[in-house]
């Protein structure tokens, strides 16, 4: 199997704080791999380091075989192939539904209008939501935007999702409708790096789980190792305060 | 109120063509300020450190200076430098060209300062959701920012329009023939109805000022969305 995703020795500083100490990750084609942690642990930060929403400051980050700090590479084709959901979503409210699923295709002429509206409506039919597509934004609940926003981010038929706390910001009892489609996506064979607090999503979809505190991997393993036998002292006792 | 309608009727000619050069100063004054502003307005919000200084330095200058001064700079000061090279403003339109040029300059600064306020006020998550879709940066800012930057900024720019209408008296120091300097003129011609005259002329202003801003409000109500 191929690495979609390859870190080396990365390091990322925002001034005089270092957020990531020293990371190293692999992540393999159809993998779905969760990055659990206490907040500040630089979960996040990593996340956005895969697709150059963040520059690192040293290290190496791999993306199909792209080397994302090369200054030379095309950084927005490489981001057509690598999804990306918020915590807050980031829907563009001033375009309904539909057309936030469909700019992306449209404006980068991958498609054509007609297409790229058959693609989105089957996106969104995917994500139960065929019916909202002339809605606007803030007509939808929040479970509802995060679809969207899973929707919008497939419809470049990305190789790669990445999800940012997806379900952080959402009502108790949305949650289970964003992580049954994140399931269902897994399921497709998606490789998808996960930052969540979704201990029961963690352990039930992933593949492998990683457990980061201060800016470094602690532990990874697969969901049964970490959860079941965790054997650095950090994971048990942060296990402990969220289980 | 008598007064008010007899200096209406017998001035009329002259007054709708003041009224006339005000509009027109006023348009042409604000389609080139609305188009300096974008530009250094995208100057500021560029994160490019040269363009930052450039937007800043023009628009200190501008804010840090009366207008009038600058009217005065434009016309007799940028005139008189240039006379050794064969410029002069009569060549180009004369007193309503340098106006109009002063006007743009000062409404461009200000429109400047509007719109990377409307910019900034987006969420930076807006701008990072375009580009982890692949958009660029080009395209992130006219399809996604800047239409929802439009909406916050509507009321300033209105506010700005209307500031700039009323600026266009000042160049009546100039003797460009708006609706001020044809003022002057028939208070010259008609002393002691000072009053009638001037209260006739603001009446003008009042006028137009008050159809800009509820033109506004109307507008304010049409680009929002989904609510």
Redesign the interface.
Known sequence: MASKIVVKNLKKTFGHLEVLKDINMEVEEGEVVCLIGPSGSGKSTFLRCL?R?ENITSGVVMVDGHMMSDKKINL??I??N???V?Q?F?????L?VLENVT??PV??KKMSKAEAKETAMKLLAKVGLEEKAD?????LSGGQKQRV?IA??LA?NPDIMLFDEPTSALDPEMVGEVLEVMKQLAADGMTMVVVTHEMGFAREVADRVVFMDGGYIVEEGTPEEVFGHPKEERTISFLNKVL | MMQIVEILTKNFGPLMSALGVTIKLTVVSLFFATIIGVIFGMFKVSGKKLLKIIADIYIDIIRGTPLMVQVMIIYYGIGQMLRPLGFSWNDYGGSFAAAAVSLSLNAGAYMAEIIRGGIEAVEKGQMEAARSLGLSYGKSMRKIILPQAFRTMLPSIINQFIISLKDTSLVSVISVSELTKRGNIMTANAAGRAMAIWVTIALFYLVICTILSRVAKVLERKVSYGK
């Not at chain 1, 980031?90 to 001033?94: E, G, S, V, Y």
């Open positions: 697709n929403l927005n084709k981001r057509e690598i999804g990306m918020f807050h980031n829907l563009f409210p001033h309904t700019i992306a404006e980068l809605a606007y934004p803030a007509q926003a919008r981010a470049m």
